[in-house]
């Protein structure tokens, strides 16, 4: 059973990417989607092979159709997709190793991710109960190349979960998080279609329960003042959505 590693990246995001390279080393082979930019050096090995098209829509999108595309076109019988942000662990490594060998019955697997926010890692809050799809069979699983934000792949089969985690360096610094949320709310609005009065409710309602929910029912306050911090962005995250969306059909 052979597997190749999809990394996607782009210029502006490669501050992790030789990190993320160098833990797939053990792939059969390792394709980079490159987005833009001009490339690395460290690109420059006989074992990545570089793929750069013209994908059009929003960057989440145009990740979703440059997987899609490479799903079809690269032949190998599994496929682990890993962003430029993320490292793969010895263990996780191991882990996917052993499942591939194994060919179970799965045809794809959910894999945890620790989250690297303000200097350290997060034990608890909403984003330690991640479990994004990343390891699947050839064929078995596609994005529907719709989501302008938070992409998921659609699976035709069965779904196991993996136990060792991907290392994801998403919001180093607050000023990092600040500007994706920003940019992540702008292309969110685009998939919402709802009343003013509906987004008002979830401006008000949604913000103070999402805080509540990642410190106590998700365990944030494990965190310290790491946590409070998390929990208060991702809590302005939902405020700022709805307030843009607000916002657009006011100008509409």
């Known amino acids: 059973m052979t597997i190749t590693a999809l990394v996607p990246a782009r210029k502006q995001d490669d501050t992790y990417l030789k990190q993320c390279i160098e833990s797939l080393s053990w792939c059969d ?41 490479a799903i079809k076109n690269v032949e190998s019988d599994w496929f682990l997709r890993v962003d430029s942000d993320e490292i793969v662990t010895p263990e996780l490594a ?25 200097g350290d890692f997060l034990k608890g809050g909403d984003w ?18 719709k989501n302008s934000v938070h992409e998921q792949f659609a699976v035709n089969g069965k779904t196991g979960y993996i136990k060792n985690t991907l290392l994801h360096y998403s919001h180093p610094t607050l000023a990092v998080a600040v500007e994706k949320f920003n940019t992540y709310t702008s292309l969110e609005i685009k998939n919402i279609h709802t009343s003013v009065v509906n987004a008002y409710v979830h401006m008000f309602f949604l913000p103070p329960y999402i805080f509540l929910r990642w410190l106590l029912w998700h365990h944030g306050y494990r965190d310290g003042m790491r946590g409070i911090v998390a929990a ?16 657009s059909k006011k100008l509409a």
């Open 29 to 69: 082979s390792i394709v980079v989607l490159w987005m833009g930019g001009e490339k690395p050096l460290f690109l420059q090995n006989k074992k990545i092979a570089i793929i750069e098209k013209a994908w059009e829509g929003t960057p989440f999108i145009r990740v979703q159709k440059a997987i899609n595309w």
């Open 94 to 118: 191991n882990e996917v190793q052993k499942i591939i060998q194994q060919n179970d019955t799965f045809d794809a697997y959910g894999i945890p991710r620790k989250q690297f926010f303000w």
């Open 128 to 145: 330690a109960f991640d479990r994004l799809v990343r390891l699947f069979k050839k064929g078995k699983a596609h994005y529907s190349e």
């Open 232 to 247: 208060s962005m991702r809590a302005w995250y939902e405020f700022l959505l709805w307030s843009k969306y607000i916002e």
